[in-house]
Each structure stands twice: as C-alpha cells, then as structure tokens.
C-alpha cells in the first residue's frame, strides 16, 4: 500500500513539475551549447590595446607618486589625445589626473564621449546616448562607471562602445553577430533578461526557485527509468526492455542514457548562485596583500626609458610585488614582461624571498608545502589553455587550508583558494563545464563530449515536451493512468 502511494506521487511529481518545467530544460541545453562558442560580450586585453592611442611620452610631465606607499597601481595611457594616470591606492576609491597639467578630470560629457569612442572604434560614431545600462552593461562590475555613453559606430559590423561617465575608458564592446547569438546563448541560459537581473537579490532567488524543482524532475525520473527497465529475461513483449512506445520510449531511454549528465548538469547550474552561501570565501585580506605586496613607495619610472623600449606602448602599469617596485609595458601583439621601473632590467625576485614574503598572506598560518607547478593540474588551469606556467603553489595550515598561486619569477600573487572554493571547483565547474585537463588537452575532446551528452539531453526534454503537450490536450475523463497503461504493455 505504501509503496502503491509511493509510486504514484513519483509519478504525479515528474509528470506535472516535468510538464512545467521541459520547456526550460530545452532552452538550456540549446543556450548551453551556444555559449560553447559564443561568450558573453566582454572588452578583452587585446581589444582594449587595440582601441587605446600610443602614448603621447613628450606630453607627460605630471605624475602622482608624491603620495608614497597609499598607491596600490598607477596606470599611464591616453584619453581623447591626453596622457592621463589612473590611481588605484590601497584605500580609498579609483581617481584620474592629467599627466599633461597634473589637474583632476570632469566627467566626461557627451562631446568628449563621442571622440573616445570614434578614436577607439576607428569609425564614426551613428548614435550616441547617456544610459544607466542595458542588456549587456548591466553586470555589476560597470557600477563605478555608471551612467555610461553608449556609441553606435558605423560600420556593418553593428559595433556598440560603451564609454565611462566617470574614468572615460572604454568598458565595454559588442557587435551585432555577437548580440544575436547572446540572445540565443548567456541571455536564456542564465536567466539574464535585463528587467530582472538588474535586481541581483531577486534574479538570484529567481534561478534558485526555477532550477531546484528542475532537480527534481531528474531525479524522479531516474527513479521511474529505472523502475521500467527490464533487462536480462525479464523483458516486455518482444524482448523490449521499456515498456513505451513512441516518443515515451524515445523520452525513457534518452532519459536513462544522459540521466547522470542531466542530474550533474543541473545540480551544479543550482549551485552557479551559492545557495545558502555554502562556498562563500573570504580569500586573502586586503592588509594582507598590501603587507605581501606593496612596495615603500612606487617610483616614477623612467618614462624616457620606458619610451625607448616600447615606442608604441599603449599602457604603462606600475605596481608592485614582494615589497618591490615593478612596471609592465602593454602594446598590441606584443608580450609585456615586468621590468624595473628605474633600469628596464627584467625583474626578478629570488624564490627565498617570496617564501618569506608568502607568510604575511595568511599571517596566523604556517606555510606547509610548496611546490612548482610546470604544467596545468585540477586547480591550476585554463579552459582556454594560458594558465600563467611555471607557478609556485604554497598552501598553509589554517584551517579553510587556504592556497596561493605565486609567479616564481616576479613574486605577484595570481589567484587563492581553500577549501570551500577547491570543493565548488568539482561540483560547479567540472559537472557544468566539463573542464577536466584530460579534455582541454585533447581538442576537441571536451566539445565532443559536451555535444553527445546534450544531444541525450535534448532528445530527452524535446520528447517530454510532446509527452506533455499531449497529455495537457487530453480531457482528464480520457486519461488513464501512467501504471495501467505501462502494465499493460
């Protein structure tokens, strides 16, 4: 009797929850498949190089290393025809001056928009409007830049720049190709329409409530797949092992054959907003980086130098590493190793020295291994395969065991973890992404596999939503039910 009770309620629960919810799992595997390919619309280094002027060196005459030990970066590059610093101190908020006169900007206004964006994009600039944001600058990371000039350049391309109010840098470019296929990719994929992930508290309760029944449906699924699965002797008539037919069968065995993707895959997309905050991280404190890597004192480099080694530098980058001074020069297709600021030799920090620098990043912790990484591993990777190599690993013994990924060369520190975050590192990105390195390693292995897995997955969820679009047609006077009918198979 109880188990009679228990199936039904399997039954009504995947029927109904699955009949609500198929057409999401159609749009997923579809959007996941083209966000494979198609990213959300970004302004990568490259792009940004490409956009940025050479640097005007005769017209650099100010600077603002007066202020010491407060500066955490001090960037040189241009802004409508002038060099200009942007400071980032160690407190405090981000702030520009001239390099030419050493005075504060204003907000850049339409006029002086227009100009970045037609000298960034290499066009003429069609249309041009103050937003606050839109479908793709809304992602909190351009809050400090809001409101932003949005310019449309001329072009077939369908070119969009969108242009701080605040620090007149190019955040943002898209392109018509890459919008069409967003809409198709990132926008259905994570729940992203504007309207509602502008409110990030709601957008996040929003994917929490839509994807958690979705586990649902996976797992009363497998149970009933299982349940009507007959292997060995004791088959249906015909020696079938299911007893569907039709699009049921195609739904029963699709199911059964990706169910482990489909449960992995959407388990880990619930877990994409932390819910509950199970993997919550506070990383390495702000102090702690300042007294790992903050220098005296930045220096003004020596911009005649500087100029001698990259004529064509689109970015000056002065920063710090292990208590030292260093400074990168940027220019398009071009690598930009960390040099001296005050000779231009390659800078280098013996490995001793970092490793008595590393214990100041947890400071209540010892240092209980190091070890030189040379190739990428579970930890240390890139989907797109330029994980910075080598790089020194150093784990210490407080208790959320945190790790720290270190350039063995300059001393800068290139990412953290712990425990929380190593433990999301399995249940989000391999179970979502498939990001394994015996796959990223074999192009196109990880496609390959992402590709047959969803194909599983759609025949599954576009069967049930014909099953369901049937079943709701039905008048419920007609409608046996799901036990009769497949016993009497």
């Known amino acids: 009797m109880v188990w009679t009770a228990t199936k039904r309620w399997l039954y009504l629960t995947h029927r109904w929850i699955g009949i609500a919810t198929c057409l999401l799992f159609v749009l997923w595997f579809v959007s996941g498949l083209v966000m494979l390919y198609i990213p959300f619309p970004s302004l990568d280094e490259e792009e940004e190089l490409a956009g940025l002027a050479p640097i005007a060196w005769e017209q650099v005459e100010h600077g603002p290393f007066e202020q010491g030990s407060g500066l955490r970066k001090v960037v040189l590059e241009m802004r409508d025809g002038r060099p200009i610093w942007r400071v980032a101190p160690w407190e405090g908020e981000s702030y520009s001056i001239w390099a030419d006169s050493g005075r504060s900007p204003t907000p850049v206004g339409r006029a002086e928009a227009l100009r970045i964006a037609s000298g960034f994009g290499g066009a003429e600039v069609q249309a041009m409007r103050r937003i606050y944001n839109d479908q793709w600058s809304v992602p909190g990371g351009f809050d400090r830049h809001r409101p932003l000039w949005k310019a449309e350049l001329a072009g077939d391309a369908g070119r969009v720049l969108y242009v701080s109010s605040t620090s007149g840098e190019v955040v943002l470019d898209t392109d018509r190709n890459e919008r069409f296929w967003n809409w198709l990719g990132s926008v259905p994929h994570w729940l992203y329409p504007r309207a509602l992930r502008e409110d990030q508290p709601l957008w996040r309760q929003v994917v929490l409530w839509v994807s958690g029944p979705c586990i649902v449906v996976g797992l009363t699924g497998i149970w009933i797949g299982l349940m009507r699965l007959r292997a060995g002797k004791r088959r249906f008539k015909g020696g079938r092992m299911t007893p569907y037919r039709g699009w049921m069968k195609w739904h029963h065995v699709s199911g059964l054959v990706g169910s482990v993707f489909l449960i992995l895959w959407i388990f880990s997309g619930w877990l994409s907003v932390d819910p509950f905050r199970l993997f919550a991280s506070e990383g390495i404190a702000q102090e702690a980086r300042r007294d790992y890597m903050g220098a005296a004192a930045l220096p003004v480099p020596d911009l005649a130098l500087m100029q001698r080694l990259a004529p064509d530098a689109r970015r000056v980058e002065v920063s710090s590493a292990v208590g030292q001074p260093l400074v990168r020069l940027y220019q398009p297709a071009s690598d930009s190793p960390a040099l001296d600021p005050r ?70 520190l290139l990412g953290h973890s712990d425990t929380r975050r190593r433990v999301y590192r399995w249940l989000f990105d391999l179970f979502h992404r498939w990001d394994l390195n015996l796959l990223l390693s074999a192009f196109p292995a990880r496609d390959v596999v992402i590709w047959l897995m969803s194909i599983a997955g759609l025949i599954s969820s576009v069967t049930a939503v014909y099953v369901g679009w049937v079943r709701l047609r039905r008048s419920p006077a007609r409608q046996p039910s799901v036990a009769r009918r497949s016993n009497s198979a």
């Open 343 to 412: 000779t231009g030799a390659a800078f280098a920090v013996p490995e001793q020295t970092i490793l008595a620098a590393a214990a100041k990043l947890v400071p209540e912790a010892q240092i209980a291994s190091v070890t030189t990484l040379t190739r990428p591993d579970a930890y240390w990777y890139s989907v797109k395969g330029d994980a910075p190599l080598p790089v020194l690993r150093i784990r210490f013994t407080d208790p959320a065991h945190t790790w720290v990924h270190i350039d063995p060369v300059t001393g800068e």
